[in-house]
């Protein structure tokens, strides 16, 4: 029985305190603590410096609890939704997956003039992210780039550095290992573009079986040359070991590579595929809950924060009033508006994800890229 | 020389040792041939190198075998220093050393000192081999190791050996990575914890372990085998599978705890993840308590009861501290279990409650970064000091067993 005793009071003093916790959590009808669920790495690094640190310091008693699980918040968000027990406050996650949640009611609608700040001059949030909404659960933050990143001392002497996309295909005059997405998106239509289908045609052929065919037979000729990757670190891993000569990877994690690392690597812009992140909070939060996390994204995502964002990361600001914000890199101090994937120069020959043709086409096609790969 | 084969005669240089020897420095000279792509040439060269070592050795006979050994590698390691400095220098000792060591080996008919000496030269060579393999599995197991740590001490922010890290230069290596390791919230907080969750698992894992190993050993227990198969069952019922249904099991239990005893979430969160951990450390305590209990003398409970000690007594007293290395060793492994422990945690726990592992699992995936090196290079060293205290309580309890009498 003193065994039983002995264990049992500490048990009962943690009890305690946490109900005393808890009980804090009533004021202000805003709970105390947010758990934001995002990517990790350099690109969560921003949002902490941009927003999160600044919003604690206005905050006294708010904490946030990182998480990193944006690469499965999909799944994870339907689990939990499952089993009633949603532990996240707000997730971080690409467009396509926000359609997705908002399809499956796992995510809030929302009303974008009502949560988000309006711009400095008055426009309002629906005018100034515009066209970037593009569902109703999805609150834009960024556009980012799918590019393609090469080691500069790799290239053929007497050849000039790449330049092209096709240059990926081009086995020939570059010789050397390739890294790509181990997926279809973004790979299928370069390789149809190197396969002298017109940019404006790319999605219309794609949509046939022939079309298909063809985006697999191209990328069969570089297909013994090839490491597929399924991590935005893999390819700057890939490409610092010098084991692949060009390889695609997000334009965030090549910029650092190449300005902040100092590695000899170089980087296309050319065809590079744009895509939108962004926040989603998930469906049914208590009403406490709700109120911390409306009060957080309307600081989140207004004008001056997304600009202080790009202080930190190479990514394009969502809000149209935020581009003449964005000023030099808080720790190089070079200015970060040629490292955009949005400057003039960088975006003459661009896609935009096409949401509509990979939301109709992504399971068919995925299917005969996995098959293509096991042959 | 040995014990089995008192008198033995050194073998013919050029009949034997000359051909090992060249052949043995043929390996070392196509692997270092390779590393600059001329891998013939550096068979070549091996053979030749070799071939000169053991003549060279048998002359010198009178000198005894360390300094034949030590001198050739010292010789190696000027002729890497001319050609690769620093990095020169370690390869060339390193391939002195064991060229020496072998040309000394196979010279003097030491080789044939462990065997008997109506052995054939068939045998001999089995014997011999057998013994190189049993040394490849060693090496096979522990040299992935290496690497990590090697690399955790980069001075760049990737998996790469740099040039200056291969040369030893000073600037290619940096302790930066335990810097970010240890003062960084990042890492500090998963760490912190791991040190709540495993600890408190294990003593759950432990008491609940030791309990339940002593009741299944007393033979009046209906059903003995059934409810021991049942306890070990997290140990080979794949993690994913159990984590799932753990997912599932706890869930509405968190969320009753929190909506009936007003805890708060992270509370909770924690209590999930360390029962859930400690169910999967309770095998290990089983296990080995079981174990432990074969060789416990079942007379000196009822010589205990026997001379008016109550069975809590009995048990503090004298049973625990004859069975506490089965209990420690059994600890160790459930601390191990949870502190290792991925799958289940990701499942059960929220971010509030990520642990080393988690963290590790995570930043591999999404920034490779040698801080993940770091972390695993401390966690490496943190376990071998573990099952080495294992290891030293493991002979400390066989050598009181061969003292107790009976």
């Keep these: ?375 | 020389m040995s014990v089995l084969n008192p008198s033995i005669k050194r073998p013919n240089l050029f009949k034997f040792t000359v051909p090992m020897v060249a052949a043995f420095g043929a390996i070392f000279g196509f692997i270092t041939g390779n590393i600059y792509h001329q891998p013939l040439i550096g068979l070549f060269a091996g053979v030749i190198v070799g071939a000169l070592l053991a003549m060279g050795l048998d002359r010198l006979a009178a000198l005894p075998r360390w300094q034949k050994i030590w001198g050739t590698s010292a010789a190696f390691a000027v002729v890497g220093a001319i050609f690769g400095g620093v990095g020169g220098i370690v390869g060339g000792a390193v391939v002195g050393l064991s060229m020496g060591w072998f040309t000394t080996w196979i010279g003097s008919g030491r080789y044939r000192a462990g065997v008997p000496s109506y052995y054939t030269p068939g045998q001999v060579l089995w014997h011999n081999s057998f013994l190189f393999i049993c040394a490849f599995v060693f090496f096979f197991l522990i040299a992935p190791l290496l690497p990590v740590a090697w690399l955790s001490f980069n001075a760049e922010d990737f998996f790469t050996f740099t040039p200056e890290m291969l040369s030893f230069k000073a600037e290619g290596y940096s302790l930066k990575h335990y810097y970010d390791f240890l003062g960084s919230d990042e890492w500090m907080v998963p760490l912190k914890n791991s040190l709540i969750i495993a600890p408190i698992a294990t003593l759950i894992s432990v008491s609940l372990g030791t309990l339940a190993a002593i009741g299944l050993s007393q033979s009046h227990v209906p059903g003995r085998q059934a409810i021991m198969a049942v306890l070990i069952s997290p140990m080979i019922v794949p993690l994913i599978i159990s984590a799932t249904g753990m997912f599932f099991f706890y869930a509405p239990l968190g969320n009753w705890l929190q909506a009936n005893l007003g805890l708060n979430q992270a509370f909770v969160g924690y209590v999930k993840v360390i029962l859930a951990h400690a169910v999967l450390g309770i095998p290990f305590v089983i296990i080995t308590v079981t174990a432990t209990l074969v060789g416990f003398d079942r007379s000196l409970t009822r010589a205990a009861a026997n001379m008016g000690a109550d069975p809590v007594t009995t048990f503090f007293r004298i049973q625990m501290p004859l069975i506490l290395p089965g209990v420690i060793s059994g600890g160790l492994f459930a601390f191990i279990t949870s502190f290792d422990e991925v799958v289940v945690v990701l499942f059960v726990g929220s971010a509030r409650q990520q642990t080393l592992p988690w963290q590790m699992f995570t930043g591999l995936r999404e920034q490779i970064s040698p801080t993940i090196l770091a972390a695993a290079t401390i966690l490496v060293t943190v376990s071998i000091l573990l099952l080495t205290t294992v290891e030293l309580l493991r002979r400390r309890s066989e050598r009181l067993r061969g003292m107790s009498p009976g």
């Design chain 1, 1 to 375: 029985m003193k065994l039983v005793t002995k264990l049992m009071t500490p048990l009962a003093a943690a009890t305690a305190i946490a109900a005393l916790s808890g009980a804090a959590v009533a004021d202000d009808h805003m709970s105390s603590d947010m758990t934001i669920v995002s990517w990790g790495g350099a690109y969560q690094d921003s949002q902490i410096k941009a927003y999160a640190d600044p919003y604690l310091e206005m905050n006294d008693g708010v904490s946030i609890t990182w998480d990193e699980s944006s690469a499965e918040a999909v799944a994870k968000m339907r689990a939990m939704n499952e089993a009633g027990n949603v532990t996240w406050d707000l997730v971080d996650v690409t467009a396509a997956s926000a359609m997705r949640l908002c399809d499956e009611g796992l995510a809030m609608e929302v009303d974008h003039d009502e949560i988000l700040a309006a711009a400095p001059d008055g426009t309002s949030a629906s005018d100034d992210f515009g066209d970037l909404i593009v569902s109703d659960c999805f609150i834009p933050q960024i556009v980012y780039s799918t590019t393609v990143g090469y080691r500069t001392d790799l290239v053929p002497e007497g050849t000039p550095e790449p330049s092209n996309i096709c240059d990926l295909f081009d086995l020939a005059t570059y010789p050397g290992k390739r890294s790509l997405e181990k997926r279809p998106i973004n790979t299928m239509e370069w390789a149809l573009l190197c396969d002298g289908v017109a940019k404006e045609d790319v999605y219309d052929v794609l949509a046939t079986e022939e079309g298909q065919e063809q985006a697999l037979a191209k990328l069969d000729t570089i297909r013994d040359e090839v490491i597929w990757w399924s991590a935005g670190a893999d390819t700057p891993q890939l490409l610092a070991d010098g084991e692949v000569f060009m390889g695609s990877t997000y334009n965030g994690r090549l910029f650092s590579a190449i300005v902040e690392q100092d590695q000899p690597i170089g980087m296309l812009w050319d065809a590079q595929v744009f895509d939108l992140d962004g926040w989603v909070i998930p469906a049914d939060l208590p009403e406490e809950r709700l109120a911390r996390v409306k009060d957080f994204v309307k600081f989140a995502t207004d004008t001056q924060r997304l600009a202080d964002q790009a202080k930190y990361i190479s990514y394009g600001p969502a809000r149209e009033s935020s581009a003449p914000l964005v000023g030099k890199h808080a720790e190089l101090g070079i200015e970060m508006a040629p490292h955009m994937p949005t400057d003039p120069n960088n975006a003459q020959n661009t896609f935009l994800y096409n949401y509509e043709f990979w939301a109709d086409y992504r399971d068919d096609i995925d299917a005969k890229f996995q098959a293509w790969l096991a042959q």
